[in-house]
């Protein structure tokens, strides 16, 4: 993995429709195809897919070194127009996300997304000057993330700071 590039960006309102899952980190990878078809799926129904806009990320609410592996939240999101008429469902839900955040970015193949994060947390957060802040980190996709080990995609991590 290549030392990323880090940013400082504000947010002022990103408004995103997801789906969220319950269960392990690898509970949640053999589902991730199924949850992000649900969710494009949705989109495309209500046309709130915009071409070279929509950006898709996955949602981490919850520390995996606190929360037992079998409670760990994690949402597969879909930014849309603030101003977009959704009618929220069962399993599709909508919310806005703002603040600071320190972004990382990355160019990683499947096998380095561990390692991008605890790049971001161990030598970037917690040995650099910002705080973290109390709101929740994404990974949002650059480009179409890699379907095997060989192949690499563009990665930003966001981590909410002060």
Do not use: C
């Not at 409670?71 to 101003?83: D, G, Q, Y």
């Amino acid at each position: 993995m290549l030392k990323p590039t880090i940013t400082i960006e504000n947010i002022e309102a990103m408004r995103v429709i997801y789906v969220r899952f319950r269960g392990s980190y690898n509970e949640f990878r053999k589902n991730s195809r199924k949850l992000f078809e649900q969710l494009f799926s949705f989109a495309e129904a209500n046309q709130l897919i915009i071409p070279d806009v929509s950006k898709v990320l996955t949602i981490y609410h919850d520390n995996p070194f606190i929360t037992d592996a079998k409670n760990l939240r994690t949402s597969v999101a879909m930014t849309i127009p603030l101003n977009a008429a959704v009618t929220e469902t069962d399993e599709i839900s909508s919310m806005v996300i703002s603040g600071n955040f320190g972004v990382g970015h990355f160019e990683l193949n499947l096998g380095e997304y561990g390692d991008a994060w605890n790049y971001m947390y161990q030598d970037w957060l917690f040995s650099g000057e910002n705080k973290a802040r109390d709101a929740f980190p994404f990974e949002l996709y650059v480009s179409e993330p890699p379907k095997n080990f060989k192949a690499k995609s563009l990665t930003d991590i966001y981590i909410p700071i002060e």
